[in-house]
């Protein structure tokens, strides 16, 4: 029986036609995926599921009744509830308050307060979560921020759970517990839907899946009857021969025999324990570890972002000291960092305006811009980088995720960079941009940058690392070639903490 | 779509010409019931009027670039007056009085920017500290008592004209020009928007946060400095007690302007036009005989109006 049916749903948005007359529906007690490429309607769709968008035109029946949602308080008390993408937690508000947020136990007309970090308790262990209700959530990673989110979506009384790429931040082994979790509540009857760029989740996951594309519904199908070549061909809409395909052979007929950067000793506080290592000309090399092992650390320290405690830098052997990111770039290190919203975007300003931001030195004189040259240099990288966007002149956040993630890259390039830091490049982009992207990073490596990149997903690493260096706890716990790459042995060497 | 091509968006209509059809509306409205009001006489007396706050308003557009805010101004065009009538008035060049005022204004800045970024407070309240303490200091070393003593020629900075044109005017104009060019065709002008739209961002770019908002700081405390003595020579003498509130009336212009107090968006040729409406609704409500507290009123609603707009039309883009 159909739980949820939307019919003939339309939204339109200046400009575009986010969904066109798409039919979707939810079996009870189904994993059902909903695909698509960045832009297809996916996101648009859950936002009129959840009651962020009204629909233009089309009926929601849930359970056969025809039921209106117009905002996200409507979509709660019908039993929905979402994990989005984008956190919405209250930073300075513990995780027990974000989770009842709204709706706090009360006692004689004052917080329960004790009532509620016990309850909050119940809600994380329930989920298999450990921490602590009362830590505040802005200091919590990505990945605490989203079990978090998980969290307060298990403590209403939910029937339909839209999950929105809720594992892009976290580690094999925490994806692995939410995966059970998610086949519990399954058994209990609840019916999710599935977001994510991520094929062997679906497949892994997912019973039932839905293809959208440009807005428009390309077909319902069940996961047996599918293969991820199939889907992504459908979400494309092209035929992608080699698209999954590993090539090994490439990583076997290169050596490297030039230091590009070597680091000696790196240590900070707490964080960093004795890092060192080498990386050549022309290689790609992967940062690998779970969340909190000190991958982004040892980036933000080469960039000189965070105060080391010691540590020698050394490119193309000449002494380099950290200190500042202004030094960094003079060095001819780019740092594509992981939160492209926080860290990476200025979202009011052009497209254009962001590409050249890091390289207006070489774009003006006497401090005037040369707005010539500057137009031209954003048309190279929009081509060669096929970037794609209505013009230059409009605002970045009009982007696709791809989009903007390739207008960033496009920024490094400009700066003329030798060393290229990369932290988690293709996160929450779809399957052709990132493609897309790794075929990027080997272009890039082959024409003689050298690439540090830190990834948490596995085959990501596979396609894309000559070498790869597992972190462990802020020491590095070992070093494997492109064909030594193993899923088994990286997962121990991640995960041997309990031992040393 | 193609219907919806042609359909009339009065957002985007607002955000493109709103503030010229609000000032071309007040200019008509004015002119039909005082036909005195578009005389050049009383045209030029408004520019005139406005000239000292579009100074201003092109430093704290700067600011609020930046996601500052800046409420020194107004004791600062007193405190700069004060210092260089007292300069002028024991002997001193009043060329040199007037950089030396602009420079102690330029400090004052300085300082305002180091406490907001060296010790990561909110600029609204270190910047309200200074309003208190450099009031305060003009009021202390003048007792609280105008300084006279001025020589006549000093007063033709604030009182003189150029073919017709009274000089402060010309001096408005020659600071919008180097505005205008400062914040969009040099790459000085791209820090603000960076460090006022994503402080981290910017960062990991290169482009040090402390050193853009500490400049941006100096740059609005030399404006001010620079319209105090504008002010003073106006004045004919330094007036402690001038200047009380002008920091408002700048905000005011600036905001109706449509730059955005969050910073990363706006653009200083609005906040002129935000100047002028605000100096055409005094000088034309005056002239047509309004009680000056319903002028407060009106003042007010112009505010609300603008930004209520302004924010509409962000909502709408969406």
Redesign the interface.
């Known amino acids: 029986m159909a739980v949820l049916e939307m019919k003939n749903i339309s939204k339109e948005f200046p400009g575009t036609k986010a969904l066109d007359q798409v039919d979707f529906s939810l079996e009870a007690g189904e994993i059902h995926a909903l695909m698509g490429q960045n832009g297809a309607g996916k996101s648009t769709l859950m936002k009129i599921m959840s009651g962020v968008y009204s629909c233009d035109s089309g009926a929601i029946l849930l359970e056969g009744k025809e039921i209106r949602i117009r905002n996200p308080k409507d979509a709660l008390q019908h039993g929905i509830s979402i994990i989005s993408q984008e956190l919405s937690l209250c930073p300075y508000l513990s995780i027990a308050e974000n989770i009842f947020l709204g709706r706090l136990p009360m006692k004689r007309g004052t917080v329960d307060w004790s009532g509620l970090y016990q309850q909050a308790d119940q809600v994380l262990k329930e989920i298999g979560v450990d921490l602590n209700p009362h830590t505040k959530a802005g200091e919590l990673s990505v990945a605490q921020k989203q079990l978090v989110e998980i969290a307060k979506a298990m403590s209403r009384d939910t029937k339909i759970l839209l999950m929105d790429e809720a594992t892009s931040a976290l580690t094999p082994s925490e994806i692995e517990s939410l995966f059970k979790f998610t086949r519990d509540l399954q058994k209990k009857g609840l019916t999710i839907v599935y977001i994510s760029h991520k094929m062997d989740e679906i497949f892994e996951l997912c019973q039932r899946m839905t293809v959208l594309k440009d807005g428009k519904l390309i077909g319902v199908y069940t996961t047996e009857e599918m293969s991820p070549v199939k889907v992504t061909e459908l979400m494309v809409g092209k035929n992608l021969g080699e698209y999954f395909s590993h090539d090994s052979s490439e990583f076997e007929n290169k050596y490297f025999d030039r230091v590009r950067l070597s680091v000696k000793g790196l240590n900070r506080k707490g964080v960093l324990k004795n890092i060192s290592f080498e990386l050549y000309e022309g290689e790609v090399l992967g940062l690998s570890g779970l969340m909190g092992a000190g991958r982004t650390e040892t980036l933000r320290a080469i960039y000189g972002v965070d105060r080391i405690a010691s540590g020698e830098f050394f490119i193309d052997g000449e002494e380099y000291i950290p200190k500042a990111p202004k030094e960094a770039m003079k060095n001819g290190i780019a740092f594509i960092t992981e939160e492209r919203k926080e860290q990476g975007l200025f979202l009011e300003m052009s497209v254009g305006q962001n590409l050249t931001i890091a390289s207006l030195n070489q774009l003006s004189k006497a401090g005037f811009m040369n707005s010539k040259e500057e137009v031209s240099l954003i048309n190279d990288y929009f081509s060669r980088l096929s970037v794609k966007a209505a013009s230059h002149r409009v605002k970045v956040k009009s982007l696709s995720g791809g989009n903007q993630q390739k207008v960033i890259i496009s920024r490094w390039l400009a700066a003329k960079p030798k060393i290229l830091l990369m932290d988690e490049p293709t996160r929450g982009i779809d399957v052709g941009a990132k493609q897309e992207i790794y075929n990027l990073i080997r272009d890039l490596a082959k024409e003689g940058y050298s690439i540090l990149v830190v990834s948490s997903e596995l085959p990501e690493i596979k396609k894309i690392c000559d070498r790869v260096l597992i972190m462990n706890q802020g020491k590095i716990a070992g070093s494997l070639n492109n064909k030594e790459l193993d899923d088994d042995v990286m997962n121990a060497m991640m995960s041997q903490i309990a031992s040393d | 779509?193609t219907e919806?091509k042609s359909k009339f968006?009065f957002f985007s209509f607002y955000e493109r010409y709103g503030l010229f059809i609000i000032l071309a509306v007040m200019l008509f409205c004015f002119g039909i019931i005082n036909p005195n009001f578009l005389s050049k006489n009383n045209l030029l007396n408004i520019l005139r009027q406005i000239s000292i706050y579009g100074i201003m308003a092109s430093g704290m557009t700067v600011v609020l670039l930046c996601g500052e805010i800046d409420l020194t101004p107004g004791a600062l065009v007193a405190f700069s007056g004060v210092i260089i009538a007292m300069c002028v008035s024991n002997g001193m060049n009043m060329f040199l009085a007037a950089v030396i005022g602009v420079l102690v204004a330029g400090a004052v800045g300085a300082l305002n920017g180091f406490f907001t970024m060296q010790f990561k407070l909110p600029s609204m309240l270190v910047t309200l500290g200074f309003q208190f303490m450099i009031r305060g200091i003009g009021y202390v070393i003048t007792d609280g008592k105008p300084v006279y003593g001025l020589p006549k020629s000093f007063e033709t900075l604030g009182g003189g004209y150029i073919v017709g044109i009274p000089i402060p005017i010309i001096c408005l104009v020659i600071v919008a020009v180097i505005f205008i060019i400062f914040l969009k065709?040099?790459?000085?002008g791209?820090y603000y928007?960076?460090v006022g739209?994503?402080k981290?961002?910017?960062?990991?770019?290169?482009?040090?946060p402390k050193t853009v908002v500490i400049s941006a700081m100096i740059i609005s405390a030399m404006c001010s400095g620079f319209s105090g003595v504008i002010w003073a020579s106006r004045l004919a003498s330094g007036q402690p007690t001038v200047g009380l509130t002008y920091e408002m009336q700048v905000i005011a212009a600036v905001v109706i302007g449509g730059t955005?107090l969050t910073g990363?968006?706006g653009n200083v040729a609005r906040s002129y036009i935000g100047a002028i409406i605000l100096g055409v609704l005094y000088n034309g409500l005056n002239l047509i005989g309004v009680n000056p507290y319903w002028q407060q009123v009106a003042t007010g609603g112009i505010i609300i109006a603008a930004i209520t707009l302004d924010s509409l039309n962000r909502i709408n883009?969406k």
């Open positions: 779509m919806q968006n065709y040099t790459k000085y791209r928007y960076a739209g994503n981290e961002a910017a960062n990991l770019c290169g482009i040090s955005s990363g968006e883009r």
